[in-house]
């Protein structure tokens, strides 16, 4: 009678502790959503273009002359504070662009647009 007892404690502890882990997972959003960054250049120049979040300068990549390219920045980037800058550095150059401080949310869309005068440039989030 006591080992069916000791038997019947243990799947009763384990079956409480799978039921928990189920409970848990469901309600786990998840990492956040991506934020896409779609960089038009129209300067004849590459550019390197940097994320500045933080504190941080975080190189994204380069987009040649004359070309649109898009990057995708991860959602835990902008999930807390929701505030960044966009930096365009002129390959070749002294020339640069830098964006206003932008709020964005994970799941957003940023679309920048580099001007043959690089201090002309423009931002949207959508």
């Given amino acids: 009678m006591r ?6 404690c243990g799947a009763l502890i384990v079956t409480a502790a799978c ?6 997972a469901a309600t786990d ?11 038009t250049n129209h300067n004849f ?4 273009v940097f994320v ?11 987009v ?14 902008v999930a807390l504070s929701h505030e ?5 550095d002129a390959v070749g150059s002294p020339a640069f662009a830098r964006s206003e401080t932008i709020l964005v949310r994970p799941g957003q869309r940023i679309e920048w647009t580099l001007e043959a005068d690089l201090r002309r440039s423009s931002v949207g989030v959508y």
């Fill in 3 to 8: 080992p069916l007892l000791v038997l019947l």
């Fill in 64 to 77: 040649t002359g004359s070309t649109t390219q898009s990057f995708v920045l991860p959602g835990r980037m």
């Fill in 84 to 88: 960044l800058a966009l930096l365009g």
């Fill in 29 to 39: 959003p998840g990492p956040p959503p991506d934020v896409t960054l779609q960089v």
């Fill in 19 to 24: 039921g928990s882990h189920r409970r848990r």
């Fill in 45 to 48: 120049l590459d550019v390197t």
């Fill in 52 to 62: 500045l979040h933080d504190g941080q300068r975080l190189r994204i990549g380069l």
